[in-house]
């Protein structure tokens, strides 16, 4: 069965620092993988999405971004975070040929400081 | 643009009472899919509906997706605590694209 990681959990960090989450799938090969981004009671914001080693398209300008070294491993990065980037990071993942299903991970809540 | 708007935006009921929560559109979609979110976790897949008028049954959630399938429902029977959450319908990309369409959403608070 597939499953999907995503770390760290839980992450405070102070404006102006650096930020690496990670994301890795297992149990299937060549997904689509995503990044959300779901402000405190809202609904989810797409930041970036790749269908390939390498390939990453950019839904929303920012000071993000994303990177996939490895068919399954998806990776959100900033160099430099800002208050605003504070927020409830999810990963997610799809197949091409499926009916539309996407299956997200646990999620990282991040608090900029 | 294909656009998901739910309602109600918000509920809360008390245990045991019944609830419908809908999801409706002005663009066909091939499939919609139903999510849970429980605070701090990540949306879970409930249901996927695909064919217009479909019913389709999980425990006590009932959903339906339209004849037209521009729209879906979800229905709730006797309410429970643990139905707490925050429930997203989601419809696919377009052909062409990869963008999933996702519901403004609805919170719902079962008080026990």
């Known amino acids: 069965s597939q499953t999907i990681h995503q770390w760290p959990a839980t992450l405070v960090q102070p404006v102006g620092s650096p930020l690496s989450l990670e994301c890795t799938v297992e149990g299937t090969s060549n997904p689509n993988l995503y990044w959300y981004r779901q402000a405190a009671g809202r609904g989810l914001q797409l930041l970036f999405y790749s269908v390939g080693i390498g390939q990453i398209s950019s839904e929303v300008p920012q000071n993000l971004s994303a990177s996939r070294p490895q068919d399954r491993q998806f990776i959100l990065s900033s160099k430099k975070l800002l208050l605003s980037d504070s927020g409830f990071y999810l990963c997610?993942?799809?197949?091409?040929?499926?009916?539309?299903?996407?299956?997200f991970g646990p999620g990282t809540r991040l608090t900029v400081t | 643009t294909q656009l998901l708007e739910q309602s109600p935006q918000f509920l809360s009921i008390q245990e045991g009472e019944n609830l419908t929560v809908y999801c409706n559109s002005s663009?066909?979609?091939?499939?919609l899919q139903w999510y849970r979110q429980e605070p701090g976790e990540g949306p879970v897949l409930l249901v996927t509906?695909?064919?217009?008028?479909e019913v389709k049954k999980l425990k006590r959630l009932t959903f339906q997706f339209g004849d037209a399938r521009k729209d879906s429902s979800l229905h709730i029977t006797a309410a429970q605590p643990g139905d707490t959450g925050l429930y997203l319908c989601?419809?696919?990309?377009?052909?062409?694209?990869?963008?999933?369409?996702f519901g403004t959403g609805t919170r719902l608070k079962v008080l026990a």
């Open positions: 663009s066909v979609f091939s499939s």
């Open positions: 509906v695909v064919t217009g008028g």
């Open positions: 989601a419809g696919p990309p377009q052909s062409g694209t990869y963008k999933y369409i």
């Open positions: 997610a993942w799809s197949v091409l040929a499926g009916m539309g299903e996407q299956y």
